[in-house]
């Protein structure tokens, strides 16, 4: 891990961020203009960022890390599903279906990519799209539960399977495993389109910070759900790795993905079904802030312990 280039990655994300913050600010990016560009990263650029990812030459290693990182991201997913069904008993219905989703559904497939890919480079972001495979999972079916009635088995293997990330992670799977190389001037398209990632995501996240009241944002709630979701979590996620003998890789990446802020689909989600609104956007919004701390400390916790 170079921690020149994380400084360097860390100061150009909170550049874009403050540029998306101006924009917002200055109503350049609307609130129709918000949504048209998240529909823009998930649907093209975050697919073509993991199709790219995907096109290197296949080894066991390879294999093999793949696999420990789908079954430590299996395992987080249900420790954090219990942890969402026992933790937040005696809140309020509107914030507490805001803190289960929250809880089961990081950010790490928003801005878990640009920063895996920032810090250990392709391999990372090849890794943390297998990553994230269970997550998209649970976040069509127990997530959305929690906001109303689970969508049954049909709509749920039509939501998974047709979402473009995923999509685009078994395509990869098939180039990489059978090495077939894309004409230039395609696989050149999918590179420049997937190359906008960094850029597009973090001036959007500034959009989103935007929106948020500074001064309200820190309570005794979200202070909690910031160091359940920034610390405790990926404490757990380093030490089972670490017991596990896990590569300093498979270790690294799996905690950083671990350690990402609340999703911003639970905004979404809060305003679509009479959640507190307000309170997921301060959730979600303090996490992400803090989680610009808290990514270089992961970095250097990770190799110390390394």
């Not at 944002?217 to 380093?238: D, E, Q």
Request: charged share 10%.
């Amino acid at each position: 891990m170079n921690f020149t280039d994380l400084f360097n990655l860390q100061i150009m994300m909170f550049i874009m961020m403050g540029i998306g913050f101006f924009l917002r600010k200055k109503d350049i990016i609307t609130t129709p203009g918000k949504l048209v560009l998240t529909d823009l990263v998930i649907d093209l650029i975050l697919p073509c960022n993991i199709i790219s990812a995907f096109c290197m030459e296949f080894s066991k290693e390879i294999l093999m890390q793949g696999l420990a990182i789908l079954i430590i991201s299996c395992l987080n997913q249900v420790m954090c599903v219990i942890l969402a069904y026992t933790l937040y008993r005696k809140f309020p219905k509107e914030q507490k279906m805001v803190l289960q989703y929250g809880t089961i559904c990081s950010n790490a497939g928003f801005l878990g990519n640009p920063v895996a890919e920032g810090i250990y480079g392709p391999i990372g972001l090849l890794y943390a799209s297998i990553y994230l495979i269970p997550q998209r999972i649970i976040m069509w079916s127990a997530g959305v539960s929690f906001f109303t009635e689970s969508p049954n088995k049909k709509t749920l293997a039509k939501k998974v399977l047709t979402h473009p990330c995923i999509v685009a992670v078994l395509i990869g799977i098939v180039l990489m495993v059978s090495q077939i190389q894309l004409p230039v001037f395609l696989g050149n398209t999918i590179d420049n389109i997937g190359d906008c990632t960094t850029a597009i995501v973090m001036i959007l996240i500034g959009a989103i910070l935007a929106e948020a009241d500074i001064k309200t944002m820190v309570t005794k709630t979200t202070a909690g759900y910031s160091l359940l979701r920034l610390i405790i979590i990926p404490v757990i996620v380093l030490i089972g790795c670490k017991l596990a003998g896990m590569s300093a890789l498979v270790t690294g990446l799996s905690t950083i993905l671990a350690a990402m802020p609340a999703g911003t689909t639970t905004v979404i989600l809060a305003v679509k079904y009479n959640g507190d609104e307000e309170f997921a956007t301060k959730c979600v919004v303090l996490t992400t802030v803090l989680s610009m701390i808290m990514i270089p400390i992961w970095c250097f916790i990770i190799s110390a312990v390394y």
